[in-house]
């Protein structure tokens, strides 16, 4: 419906929808009635002529002669009212008999047709009249017969009619219009107590719920899924505290062990030497700050989607290969063994995003694993992706941990006090780095203790 202004509820949107409605349906169903009342009117008035053409045709057979009606001793023979008059007319148009009334008042313009018919006209003196002409015979002659009467009381019953309509639809229409109202009103007043309740729920409130009412279905179906998109949102609030609580205490320590060591450097005569170390250590948290920026800018780089892998042909056994021998200072620390059992093929993919994911994964397999143990890595080639698998005979992650291993800044150890952890932000540079050459990372307990880290990639972006 376009209307000239815009309403701005829903409620008087649905009551004028409504009104509308209900005045197309009472107006149609009013022109009906009328329509029907008004054939009626005249269907019975015409029947009503028709008795009287046949009654006159009666009175008027004794008094028939070839001259038209003769009366005795000039005598009427039919007396006229107000309700009917009569002509009578020859087949050939010539007026055989005029009663009274019919005299005084002809109607002007208006033949005598050879068939039957029912009309409404204007007399001489500028009244409405209904006139019926029907051909009948009397006393064996053929005549056209002609009853007119006036229309004044049909007329006025429709007239009456109108009037009713004219008066009582708009009334109808302003009542039902109001009861629209209202009924949307009380329609749509679970929805408003809805929007009352939701208003209340601030970001410290997210654990509240709208109540959901059974017996509004629709109404229910809105706050089921507002109470959804609630749950979801304080998931995520949980963990974005979470995040910054962690990523806070992961830049605080560093920070904490700069201020320290150069406050003791400073506090007493330290010699050069002294110097030097406290120096090497405060360097050696400075990388360890840089390197956490770093991976933070990367990850929230790759966020927004800013980062563009720069795909090369690479021998996926070399680059295994390489960062093992980068790890192995490590591994040799803890007298740890590192095995490889990597299958010799390419892949497409950008080399220092996967280094990075590899590394990760070997770093953590190392560090958590006990001195003496063997570390597995084993790498295939399947039809369109590589399996790469990181075995390790560690500790293994407790179910509490699972669901978290891979949320940035996340470690098993809450305390964050144990050596040899690192920021916990390894395993999630690691899954981005697979989720960004089409895989994925998981994590499985292996049959006796340990973990197995599955990375998988794509050889070649999709077509
Ligand atoms: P971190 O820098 O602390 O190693 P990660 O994101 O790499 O951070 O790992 C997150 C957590 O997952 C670690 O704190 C550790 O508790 C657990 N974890 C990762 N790899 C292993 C593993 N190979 N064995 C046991 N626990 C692991």
């Known amino acids: 419906m376009n209307l000239p202004f815009r309403p701005s509820t829903l409620r008087i949107r649905l009551a004028l929808w409504y009104t509308a409605a209900l005045a197309v349906v009472l107006l149609c169903y009013a022109t009906l009635i009328y329509v029907a009342m008004s054939r009626t009117v005249w269907n019975e008035l015409d029947e009503r002529l028709h008795h009287e053409v046949e009654t006159s045709e009666g009175l008027l057979q004794p008094y028939w002669t070839a001259r038209g009606v003769v009366a005795p001793n000039g005598a009427s023979v039919l007396d006229d009212d107000d309700e009917r008059w009569l002509q009578v007319w020859s087949v050939d148009g010539a007026v055989l008999f005029e009663s009274p009334v019919a005299r005084q008042r002809p109607i002007p313009g208006l033949a005598a047709p050879d068939f039957n018919i029912a009309r409404s006209w204007v007399d001489i003196t500028g009244r409405a009249v209904r006139i019926k002409d029907e051909r009948g015979h009397i006393a064996g002659s053929p005549v056209i017969v002609r009853v007119a009467t006036e229309e004044d009381r049909q007329r006025k019953e429709l007239g009456n009619i109108l009037w009713y309509m004219a008066?009582?639809?708009?009334?109808?229409?302003?009542?039902?219009?109001?009861?629209?109202?209202?009924?949307?009103?009380?329609?749509?007043?679970?929805?408003?107590?809805?929007?009352?309740?939701?208003?209340?729920?601030?970001?410290?409130?997210?654990?509240?719920?709208?109540?959901?009412?059974?017996?509004?279905?629709?109404?229910?179906?809105?706050?089921?899924?507002?109470?959804?998109?609630?749950?979801?949102?304080?998931?995520?609030?949980?963990?974005?505290?979470?995040?910054?609580?962690?990523?806070?205490?992961?830049?605080?320590?560093?920070?904490?062990?700069?201020?320290?060591?150069?406050?003791?450097?400073?506090?007493?005569?330290?010699?050069?030497?002294?110097?030097?170390?406290?120096?090497?250590?405060?360097?050696?948290?400075?990388?360890?700050?840089?390197?956490?920026?770093?991976?933070?800018?990367?990850?929230?780089?790759?966020?927004?989607?800013?980062?563009?892998?720069?795909?090369?042909?690479?021998?996926?056994?070399?680059?295994?290969?390489?960062?093992?021998?980068?790890?192995?200072?490590?591994?040799?620390?803890?007298?740890?063994?590192?095995e490889l059992q990597v299958a010799s093929g390419t892949a497409l993919v950008d080399p220092v995003v996967l280094r990075m994911a590899i590394a990760n994964l070997v770093h953590n397999a190392i560090r958590y694993s006990p001195a003496g143990s063997t570390i597995t890595i084993r790498a295939t080639s399947q039809r369109d992706h590589w399996t790469i698998e990181f075995e390790d005979e560690g500790p293994g992650i407790a179910a509490e941990h699972r669901p978290h291993i891979f949320d940035r800044f996340y470690r098993a150890d809450a305390s964050r006090s144990s050596q040899p952890g690192g920021a916990g932000l390894g395993l999630p540079i690691a899954r981005w780095a697979a989720e960004a050459h089409g895989g994925a990372i998981t994590w499985r307990q292996n049959a006796g203790d340990g973990s197995t880290f599955c990375l998988t990639f794509r050889t070649q972006p999709p077509a």
Do not use: W
């Open 167 to 338: 008066f009582g639809l708009p009334a109808f229409i302003a009542v039902a219009g109001y009861g629209g109202y209202r009924l949307a009103s009380f329609a749509l007043a679970p929805v408003q107590r809805l929007v009352d309740e939701s208003t209340s729920i601030t970001a410290d409130h997210l654990s509240q719920r709208l109540p959901v009412d059974p017996r509004t279905a629709e109404v229910a179906q809105i706050a089921r899924a507002f109470n959804q998109t609630l749950e979801r949102l304080e998931t995520s609030f949980n963990q974005l505290r979470t995040f910054t609580a962690n990523a806070s205490h992961e830049l605080r320590t560093p920070l904490t062990v700069l201020r320290t060591t150069g406050q003791l450097a400073l506090g007493h005569d330290a010699n050069v030497s002294e110097q030097r170390d406290a120096i090497g250590s405060m360097l050696e948290e400075v990388e360890r700050l840089t390197g956490i920026v770093d991976t933070m800018l990367l990850l929230a780089r790759a966020d927004a989607g800013q980062l563009r892998l720069e795909r090369q042909p690479i021998d996926v056994a070399a680059l295994v290969q390489s960062v093992v021998d980068q790890c192995l200072v490590l591994a040799d620390e803890k007298q740890q063994h590192v």
